[in-house]
């Protein structure tokens, strides 16, 4: 992938943030184990709090700020409706897309801490890719 500024890198991360913040809580609302939907709202918290770590990093860079959010996280939360609709509501299919976009959130930390970081930003960043992992691999374990 060709070279992010550090600004544009640090943009991208928190919309990448706050889209799966959207998508966790949009998760949370279709899934009815209570122990699901508990673990989806808590990761659609700590995507809100890690995109609120960032934002002054990205802020102190210049440049235009970052959305909240994408279209294509729009169109993934209006596809998770589909199969949702498609499997029944199945908290299974519900959690299994969950994870697919979160997949987008591991490659996103990934480039980044391959990528030439702020130093004042990079053990931020290195820090929440590590608890990013942790959560994609409990959303994995769910959804086996």
């Not at 709202?41 to 995109?51: H, I, N, V």
């Not at 934002?55 to 279209?71: C, E, F, M, V, Y």
């Amino acid at each position: 992938m060709a070279e992010r500024s550090e600004h544009v890198l640090l943009n991208h991360l928190v919309e990448t943030c706050r889209d799966g913040e959207h998508g966790f809580r949009h998760a949370a609302a279709q899934v009815k184990d209570p122990g699901v939907k508990a673990l989806l709202l808590e990761l659609a918290e700590q995507r809100a709090r890690f995109a609120s770590e960032l934002l002054p990093h990205a802020q102190r860079l210049g440049g235009d700020a970052p959305q909240d959010g994408t279209r294509a996280a729009a169109l993934h939360r209006s596809w998770m409706n589909l199969k949702g609709m498609l499997s029944g509501h199945s908290d299974a299919a519900i959690v299994t897309e969950a994870e697919r976009g979160d997949s987008y959130t591991v490659s996103a930390y990934q480039e980044a801490v391959a990528s030439m970081l702020p130093p004042e930003s990079r053990d931020l960043i290195e820090g929440q890719f590590a608890a990013v992992r942790q959560a994609f691999d409990k959303l994995r374990a769910v959804a086996t």
